[in-house]
């Protein structure tokens, strides 16, 4: 849980966060730095830099009180601010309007993950006192500063992951208290400065995925403290300095996919603390460095895709700790050594594309950890050794390409969880063992290529998990195909060419229904194709040389015999007679099981239990929490798969909305929560309530409200289900200049109109009430007709605060009741002064802002109503003006900062549909003031009706 939703730490930080703008006799002589600003200036400059971001969820309590000691900012004994941490809190905007003098004493900027845009300000060296900066993970570009030198404290400097060009700046080097240094995943360019070896703390530098070029300077090899060094993904050749090998406290040592030659450091991992080692995709020479034979603590060893030569069987030894081990597309030769049954830790070994000899030996059998076994490629003979059934982890075997013979071991059928098996292209014999069919998660099985014989095991039907290939061809493989491959259901690829294959193609392919591809050519199969799409489509090829097939699709001759092999039958395709006296059959039967079943429901009436059930299936497919069983949880997953970016719709509070069309057609707009490592929340532990809490806004129907239908939960996430809909949430809509101009006057009275009967409904028509929370234009969509609808009603509390009322973070910034910063106290008022804000925005287009401080100022607000309504819209006509000056004046009501003078939104929803105030003064004259207060008993503005 992110301390800021921690109600304690919010109460204290209220206590504690109350500065008065000090007198300038308050600013001591003592300030250190050479900017003296006030800790009242520094809020006021963060908090109106963040009032201009979008998107962030921020709530404090209010934007016109600085704040300190609040989680994400932390100010010294004097109020002045000291640390900032903004991460991960998915806001978008620049740096630019963030004054950084005004932070004189600020240590710590973590901005980390969000989507802040432009360039890095190069007044940044202001911040004299600075140890941490953080802007990684966010769409930053331009170069990097050269005046970052000159913040002498820096000790960690992250600015990974944006769009940053241009050089390393040579100033960096003058950073001595510099440790951490993260320039990963930008479009830096030019060489790696020689200077940057003055950094003598030094502990970690990521330098990968950027468009480096040049050679790896020398001086690297005085940053004695590195335990990070990742040049992987950029453009620097030439060859790897021996310096390297003085950097002993190195853990991972990254060189991957550079253009790098010559030798590899043949005394890498003198120190003993190397975890990973990467080298792949470069052009290194000779052999695998020796240093490596005995790393003890090397846990990952990638060198794959380089021009390495040597016996591989005896240049790695000892290495008890090795769980990944990629040498593959290397010239390595030699036999795969028995020894290596040692590595009891090995996950993943790969290697594939080389010249090794010799057989597999029986001993690789007890490496019981691992999953995938790439060998393909080489020269490997003999048989496949029994024991590798033994390995029950194994997910990918490929021994592809290689001089494999004997036959296939039985043994194979306890590889449980073998998702790709590919024993293509050796010299394999014997039968396909049945026991095949009991790998029950292939994915992909492959087997073309060899002299396998015999029959193809009915068993392989029982792959039903098989989606990816099931390729069999170029065997000797005959008999008749087996019907039971129609229970295939999510084979794409199915290749039986070049087999001794006969009888005819089952009809029960057509259930195979995934099929995109069948390949039979080369075998003497007949008769008639089954009649599907993808036999329709296929091109003639995958039919040719085979005994003769005919009929309608292929361009096939017709069929001459008159018998029918539908399903098992002997010769010939059915004619056309025998076709139409069955399907006319067919129907004749089916309508009068239809007439029957009638019958019998008029006769025996609703049995009411079940018609029931029934009937709430088809009104919501989402029972709550369990979704129906798994199926709609899968296909949940599928219509989003697993939640690509690409259906993302929007994002809330609690999580990000996607848009998924279920296989029924059925469009539903699906919230996945964010959870910590997907784990249900603590506030959540309490299951029970927690599902009853949900269930109840599961039926809470109203027009104006976004139904729920339910609530997904999984192992790994978590998400609410919600009827779609199509145009999407008010503040997007309000955004867009197109999409707000077609929001015309009207159509605004009807969406505040809207969202004042839902508001109403569920305070005064719902048992128990239902209190908000958290009303902002996100949380308003508009629908075809352009009405309003509610969502994440409720679920604010039910998310974060079990059943209690003390009100933890809850709330949009620019939403939220100024009095909850006191009394943490929800009530339906909360609610009604988020109304009031939203008739505001509606109103003017965009987010009142500031305006609704400036509106308790006193004088402050001469303002005229006709400057604050969006101007995008041409002025509004006499019918609606009416209408608007009342509903502006509700709003204010709605705002007032007493919560008692505020009205309730039965007064309010009752007063915008039943009163007709008529308007005293022309529009143009109005000013907001004399709206104020307005809905007292003389109004100076409306004549009561
Ligand atoms: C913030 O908290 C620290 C210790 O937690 C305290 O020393 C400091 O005085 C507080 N600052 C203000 C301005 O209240
Ligand atoms: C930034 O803040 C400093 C100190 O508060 C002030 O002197 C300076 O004028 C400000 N610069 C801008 C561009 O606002
Ligand atoms: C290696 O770099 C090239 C471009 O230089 C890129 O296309 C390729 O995807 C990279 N390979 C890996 C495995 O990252
Ligand atoms: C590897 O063996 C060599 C000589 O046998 C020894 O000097 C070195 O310290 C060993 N390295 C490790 C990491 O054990
Ligand atoms: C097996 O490895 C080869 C490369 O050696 C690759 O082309 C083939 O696609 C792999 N087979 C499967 C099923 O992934």
Not at 221 to 235: E, Q
Request: charged fraction near 20%; proline fraction near 5%; include cysteine.
């Amino acid at each position: 849980m992110s301390p800021l939703q921690n109600p304690l730490l919010i109460s204290l930080s209220l206590v504690l966060l109350f500065f008065p703008n000090p007198t300038p006799a308050q600013k001591t002589s003592s300030e250190t730095t050479l900017v003296s600003v006030s800790p009242y200036e520094e809020t006021q400059t963060l908090l109106s830099w963040i009032s201009n971001l979008e998107n962030h969820q921020l709530f404090f309590p209010n934007p016109t009180i600085p704040s300190c000691n609040f989680s994400a900012i932390t100010c010294n004994g004097k109020g002045s601010i000291t640390s900032i941490k903004l991460a991960s809190l998915n806001v978008r905007g620049n740096l630019h309007s963030l004054n950084f003098s005004s932070f004189p004493n600020l240590i710590h900027l973590d901005l980390n993950n969000n989507f802040l845009y432009g360039p890095i300000p190069s007044d940044l060296f202001t911040l004299s006192a600075l140890t941490f900066l953080d802007l990684s993970s966010n769409r930053l570009s331009g170069r990097i500063p050269t005046g970052l030198g000159s913040i002498k404290s820096l000790a960690v400097l992250r600015l990974s992951d944006n769009d940053l060009i241009g050089r390393i700046p040579i100033s960096l080097s003058k950073l001595m208290n510099l440790e951490i240094l993260l320039l990963d995943q930008n479009q830096i360019s030019g060489g790696i400065p020689a200077k940057i070896g003055n950094l003598k703390k030094l502990k970690q530098l990521r330098l990968d995925i950027n468009q480096l070029t040049g050679t790896i300077p020398m001086s690297l090899g005085n940053l004695r403290d590195l335990t990070v060094l990742n040049l992987y993904g950029n453009r620097l050749h030439g060859l790897v300095p021996r310096e390297i090998e003085d950097l002993e406290n190195l853990i991972e040592l990254d060189l991957s996919n550079n253009s790098f030659s010559g030798r590899l450091p043949q005394g890498i991992c003198r120190g003993g603390s190397l975890l990973k080692f990467t080298a792949f995709g470069n052009d290194f020479i000779g052999s695998i460095p020796k240093g490596l034979r005995n790393c003890s603590s090397l846990i990952r060893l990638r060198l794959d895709g380089n021009l390495l030569v040597g016996n591989v069987g005896e240049d790695l030894d000892f290495l008890p700790n090795l769980s990944y081990l990629d040498l593959s597309y290397n010239k390595l030769s030699g036999e795969l050594p028995t020894r290596w049954r040692d590595l009891k830790n090995l996950m993943y070994l790969d290697l594939s594309g080389n010249a090794i000899t010799g057989t597999i030996p029986p001993e690789f059998g007890k490496l019981s950890k691992l999953q995938k076994l790439r060998l393909s490629q080489n020269h490997i003979v003999g048989g496949i050794p029994k024991e590798i059934g033994q390995l029950s982890l194994l997910f990918e075997l490929n021994l592809t390409d290689n001089r494999l013979s004997g036959r296939l071991p039985l043994e194979f059928g306890k590889l449980a969880n073998l998702n790709t098996l590919d024993l293509s292209e050796n010299y394999l014999s014997g039968p396909i063992p049945k026991q095949l069919g009991n790998c029950s998660n292939l994915l992909s099985l492959t087997l073309r290529n060899n002299s396998f014989e015999g029959s193809i095991p009915i068993q392989i039907g029982n792959l039903v998990n098989l989606q990816l290939l099931l390729d069999l061809s170029q065997n000797s493989l005959s008999g008749e195909i087996p019907s039971e491959l129609g229970n295939l259901h999510k084979l794409e690829v199915l290749n039986l060419s070049h087999n001794m294959l006969s009888g005819f193609i089952p009809s029960s392919l057509v259930n195979a229904s995934s099929l995109i591809l069948v390949d039979v050519s080369y075998n003497n199969l007949e008769g008639t194709l089954p009649v599907n799409r993808v036999f329709k489509r296929a091109s003639p090829e995958l039919f040719i040389h085979n005994k003769g097939f005919c009929g309608s699709i292929g361009g096939f001759p017709p069929c001459k015999s008159s018998s029918t092999n539908f399903g098992h039958g002997r010769t010939g395709c059915p004619n056309l007679a025998i076709f139409i006296i069955i399907i006319v059959a067919g129907a004749l039967v089916i309508i009068f099981l239809i007439v029957v079943g009638v019958l019998f429901i008029i006769r025996e009436g609703p049995k009411v239990g079940e018609n029931k059930v029934s009937e709430e299936n088809d009104d919501n497919p989402f029972s709550v929490w369990n979704c129906n069983g798994r199926i709609v949880y899968e296909d949940i997953i599928e219509a989003t798969e697993n939640f690509n970016n690409k259906y993302q719709i929007g994002m809330g509070g609690y999580g990000t909305v996607y848009k998924a069309v279920l296989p029924t057609g059925k469009v539903v707009a699906v919230k996945k929560l964010h959870l910590n490592d997907g784990e249900l929340p603590d506030e959540l532990a309490d299951q029970k309530t927690f599902r009853n809490e949900i269930k109840a806004l599961t039926e809470v129907r109203h027009r104006n409200i976004v139904k729920l239908y339910g609530f997904c939960s999984h192992v790994r996430c978590m998400f609410l289900v919600y009827e779609y809909i199509e145009r999407g949430n008010l503040h997007d809509i309000l955004k867009d200049e197109n999409k707000a101009m077609e929001l015309d006057w009207t159509d605004r009275v009807r969406v505040i109109k809207g969202v004042a009967r839902a508001l109403s409904y569920i305070h005064h028509d719902c048992r128990p009430p239902i209190v908000h929370r958290d009303i902002s234009s996100n949380n308003i969509l508009i629908d075809l007709d352009y009405e309003a609808c509610l969502s994440d009603f409720g679920t604010a509390k039910v998310l974060k605060a079990g059943s209690s009322d003390l009100s933890t973070f809850v709330g949009t910034l620019g939403y939220v009741a100024p009095e909850l910063a006191y009394t943490m106290k929800v009530t339906e008022k909360c609610d009604v002064y988020s109304f009031g804000m939203i008739v505001l925005e509606v109103l003017m287009g965009r987010h009142p802002g500031e305006l609704v401080s400036d509106l308790s100022l006193p004088g402050g607000i001469d303002i005229l109503l006709k400057d604050l309504l969006d101007q995008r819209l041409s002025p509004p006509t006499v019918e609606v003006v009416e209408e608007l000056v009342f509903i502006v004046m509700l709003g204010l009501a709605c705002i007032h900062s007493n919560p008692q003078s505020r009205p309730t939104m039965r007064d309010v929803f009752q007063k915008l549909s039943f009163c007709h105030p008529h308007l005293l003064e022309p529009l143009d004259t109005i000013t907001l003031s004399q709206l104020i207060d307005g809905l007292g008993d003389e109004s100076p503005t409306f004549d009561a009706s």
